[in-house]
Structure formats: structure tokens, C-alpha cells
């Protein structure tokens, strides 16, 4: 497997996080062995956001106990940026004990239009290394065509999974290649909902029970596991450049980074090609609350 192309979502680090979280937040020392171990094997890119609790603080504690081991992280500005961007990167910056930040994203497509004026700024402070990559988190493919066309926007993350799958994206992708934008995508196990059953009594599942029975039976079928299908889906698509993926404890870090065949033929991954979610606000899990 190529953990070049992972990134290394950081959400549970400063959360409980998930919809089939059942071990909680983790403790420094466990999220230690996590980066440790994710280091050790080729993943070097970390995901993070100020929204996401303490998750940079813990970061930080790592980077520091372990200057030979020091990743390039991905953060997000909050929902409601201030005048005081160049303080909120210097303390970025300092929390998370990098030199700079691979990439600071705005973390909805809504922060992103609401301040435009804040581009030059990013621009500026790109200019200074403060920042290497300016972003933007999107879900819907509307936001996807808008933000293509922004020269300004080196990275553009999106949610691709077996659901958000090629049918809902594919088009998209490529146009965005070939404005040679950085595709990182996001919620490639959706969450954990993949792993559901239908009966498990969630509602979303319940929802979802037709394209979810699909994937269950694909995997019975040619005892390619969910997990298996879910990850390879997402790090065999030429458009994407890396894959966000979350853990909660060491043990589902292990199982992602040294999975192994049989994985599915390319008339098997067609199967995932034309899954047709219609309603898709429910593969938004920001909505699944509401």
C-alpha cells in the first residue's frame, strides 16, 4: 500500500469523533504510539483545525518529544476569522511546533466566500513560508466548480468514499486535475457507516440500507473486506492525490496501513462506480443530526 498518498486525520485527537466511535478520545501517550507508528511507515502528512479541540496542542506535544519525527500539517481556519489572521498562523505555528504549515485550508465553503478579502492576506503570508498551500474544505459539487476556478486555491478537500463515489465526482476530479489543483479527499469510511449493519438501529444506516446491503454483498461475494474496499476505492483514483483517514486507538492504524488482497477487479469496483445516492445530504454527516 502506498501510505505516501494518507493523510492522517486528527479529529479524535482533540474530539470523541464518529459514528462508530466506541473508544473515545485518546490520551497523549496513546496518540503518541498512533503518530509514532504512522511516521515510522511513510505517513507524513497530518490533518487538523482549530475547531478540532485540543488536537494541535497534542500535536505540538508530539513534534516536541520527537523533533526527528515532525510532520506536515494541514490545518483550518475557524468558521469566523478576524483581523488578527497573522497572530492565529503564528499560533498555529507554535501549537503545533512546525516551521510552517503545509497548508492552511478554510473549513467550509461558506468561510471561504464570506472572506474573500483574506486571500491576499493568505497570499502575503504564503509569500513569507509562513504557509506553503492555501485551501478550502468543500462537500457539494456546486462548491467543487466554484472553487476549481479559483487560481488562488492550491488544495481543494472533498469527501470521496464508496458512496461520494466516481458517479457523484468523477467529472469533477478531472477538471480539477487538469487545473492542476492538490485533491485531498476526506471521509473515506464515511465516518465508520460502512461497517454498520442495516439493523444496527442508526438511522442513517436504516436510510442507506440499499447502497450499504450493496457494499456487505459485494464483500461477501468476493471476500474482499469492507475495510479493504473502502480504502483501496479511494487510493486507486489517478485524480486523487492523498486520502484522509481517521483512527481512534493504534490497533485501526495498524489494520488500515497493512491491509492486503485479495482487493476487487476493476469490473467489481464498476459495481461502486454506479451506486446512485439521490438524497445526498445524508453522506453530509454535519447533517446527520439535524
Known amino acids: 500500500m502506498d501510505s505516501n498518498k494518507i493523510v492522517l486525520g486528527t479529529?479524535?485527537?482533540?474530539?470523541?469523533?464518529?459514528?462508530?466511535?466506541?473508544?473515545?478520545?485518546?490520551?497523549?501517550?496513546?496518540?503518541n504510539e498512533i503518530l509514532t507508528y504512522a511516521f515510522d511507515s511513510g505517513i507524513h502528512f497530518l490533518d487538523s483545525a482549530e475547531a478540532y479541540g485540543n488536537a494541535h496542542e497534542v500535536i505540538g506535544n508530539f513534534h516536541?518529544?520527537?523533533?526527528?519525527?515532525?510532520?506536515?500539517?494541514?490545518?483550518?481556519?475557524?468558521?469566523?476569522?478576524d483581523d488578527s489572521l497573522e497572530s492565529k498562523i503564528d499560533l498555529y505555528i507554535d501549537q503545533l511546533a512546525v516551521s510552517q504549515l503545509h497548508a492552511l485550508l478554510f473549513h467550509s465553503?461558506?468561510?471561504?466566500?464570506?472572506n474573500q478579502f483574506f486571500i491576499e492576506k493568505l497570499k502575503h503570508f504564503k509569500d513569507l513560508g509562513k504557509i506553503k498551500h492555501i485551501g478550502v474544505s468543500i462537500y457539494t459539487n456546486d462548491q467543487f466548480k466554484e472553487v476549481i476556478e479559483d487560481i488562488n486555491v492550491d488544495i481543494i478537500q472533498l469527501p470521496f468514499?464508496?458512496?461520494?463515489?466516481?458517479y457523484q465526482r468523477g467529472d469533477l476530479l478531472k477538471l480539477a486535475k487538469s487545473k492542476n489543483k492538490i485533491i485531498h479527499t476526506r471521509s473515506a469510511f464515511l465516518?465508520?457507516?460502512?461497517?454498520?449493519?442495516?439493523?444496527s438501529g442508526n438511522k442513517i444506516a436504516e436510510s442507506l440500507s440499499e447502497p450499504l446491503n450493496a457494499i456487505h454483498n459485494l464483500s461477501?461475494?468476493?471476500?474482499?473486506?469492507?475495510?479493504?474496499?473502502a480504502l483501496d476505492y479511494c487510493l486507486k483514483q489517478k485524480n486523487i492525490d492523498s486520502v484522509l483517514i481517521g483512527v481512534d486507538n493504534i490497533e485501526q492504524l495498524k489494520l488500515n496501513l497493512n491491509y492486503s488482497g485479495p482487493f476487487l477487479n476493476e469490473?467489481?469496483?464498476?459495481?461502486?462506480?454506479?451506486?446512485?445516492?439521490?438524497?445526498?445530504d445524508l453522506l453530509n454527516p454535519s447533517l446527520w443530526n439535524q
Open 267 to 280: 469490473s467489481e469496483k464498476s459495481i461502486i462506480d454506479t451506486i446512485i445516492i439521490n438524497n445526498v
Open 11 to 31: 479529529v479524535q485527537f482533540g474530539l470523541e469523533y464518529g459514528i462508530n466511535n466506541n473508544s473515545g478520545k485518546p490520551s497523549q501517550e496513546q496518540v
Open 191 to 199: 465516518q465508520g457507516l460502512f461497517f454498520l449493519s442495516t439493523d
Open 109 to 114: 465553503f461558506d468561510t471561504y466566500k464570506e
Open 161 to 166: 468514499n464508496l458512496f461520494d463515489n466516481i
Open 64 to 81: 516536541r518529544s520527537n523533533p526527528e519525527k515532525v510532520f506536515n500539517v494541514i490545518t483550518k481556519l475557524p468558521h469566523v476569522i
Open 220 to 229: 461477501k461475494q468476493t471476500g474482499v473486506s469492507i475495510q479493504n474496499i
